[in-house]
């Protein structure tokens, strides 16, 4: 991304992206919280083993862990994309997903979901569909928003992504860093109030994963709440309010990026975060 693309996005991101968790409320009341939840695929594979995370408004929780460990999965049930066994999920003091425990599938409230946007680590963007045309189909199909207003906007947010020349191209004519942009501007379209990333700069070539990392922290800079899932623990430094470390389906260690990256306590984290540091030297 170009230095004036990202001036351009931090100093007029407020009039066109996802109106921002309010930050005035008690600090006592979560905006998510995640209660004893468990999801297996099947009897031999326990994902999540009672899983319980609370998450502030405004916070940048990011989510690290060895692969299996249920960070990706912790996600997807947050996005109502996958059956959970036990336990249930508020969402900004309303009841949002639960397990019937009948047997049955997973209780959601739609409405409530419409509210989380989440930008996944392969793009899933429509090749058939040029770029304006994937970040308006939500708005328009959801919303019933016009086509005129909903161009606008997802031209105005192309802009201030760098990305402004590209509106009638198609995904397969952009590079990676580019499609990623993308998928995050057609996330903004539904105005979220949190927003999820999972392991979004992982399938890019190393030179391209700076200019996302840059438009993530760019909403930050907006207090964008947002729950990210990554493997690059300089980011995850860098980007963090809070790091949850989670292992074997559960919440090992959380805290601040400055005690959980610099100085675990648990073992475990120290293992991993040992680990991940010898291997990127």
């Excluded at 407020?14 to 109106?19: D, I, L, M, R």
């Excluded at 006592?28 to 502030?56: F, N, R, T, W």
């Excluded at 192309?158 to 198609?170: E, M, T, V, W």
Aim: aromatic share 4%; glycine share 10%.
């Amino acid at each position: 991304m170009t230095t004036s693309a990202t001036l351009q996005l931090g100093n007029t991101m407020k009039s066109v992206a996802s109106p921002l968790a309010d930050t005035t409320r008690s600090a006592a009341l979560p905006l998510v919280k995640v209660a004893g939840l468990h999801k297996s695929y099947g009897p031999q594979i326990q994902v999540l083993k009672g899983l319980d995370i609370e998450m502030k408004p405004g916070e940048r929780l990011v989510v690290i862990g060895p692969s299996g460990g249920g960070k990706s999965t912790l996600l997807r049930v947050m996005m109502g994309l996958e059956e959970i066994d036990k336990g249930a999920i508020s969402f900004d003091g309303k009841p949002y997903i639960s397990a019937r425990g009948d047997g049955r599938k997973t209780q959601i409230d739609t409405a409530v979901r419409r509210e989380i946007g989440m930008v996944f680590q392969h793009y899933t963007l429509f090749p058939h569909l040029n770029i304006l045309e994937n970040l308006i189909l939500a708005p328009c199909k959801v919303r019933g928003e016009s086509r005129k207003d909903a161009s606008e906007r997802a031209e105005g947010l192309l802009a201030r992504f760098g990305l402004g020349a590209k509106a009638r191209a198609y995904p397969s004519q952009l590079s990676g860093g580019q499609k990623q942009r993308v998928a995050i501007a057609r996330a903004l379209m539904l105005d979220p109030k949190l927003m999820l990333f999972d392991e979004v700069t992982s399938a890019l070539d190393p030179e391209l994963v700076a200019e996302v990392e840059q438009v993530i922290m760019q909403l930050a800079g907006q207090n964008m709440p947002m729950m990210i899932v990554t493997h690059d623990m300089w980011f995850a430094r860098n980007i963090a309010s809070r790091v949850v470390f989670c292992a074997g389906g559960v919440v090992v260690e959380d805290g601040p990026p400055e005690q959980v990256l610099g100085a675990p306590v648990q073992e475990r984290t120290r293992e991993f975060i040992d680990r991940v540091f010898h291997i990127r030297q």
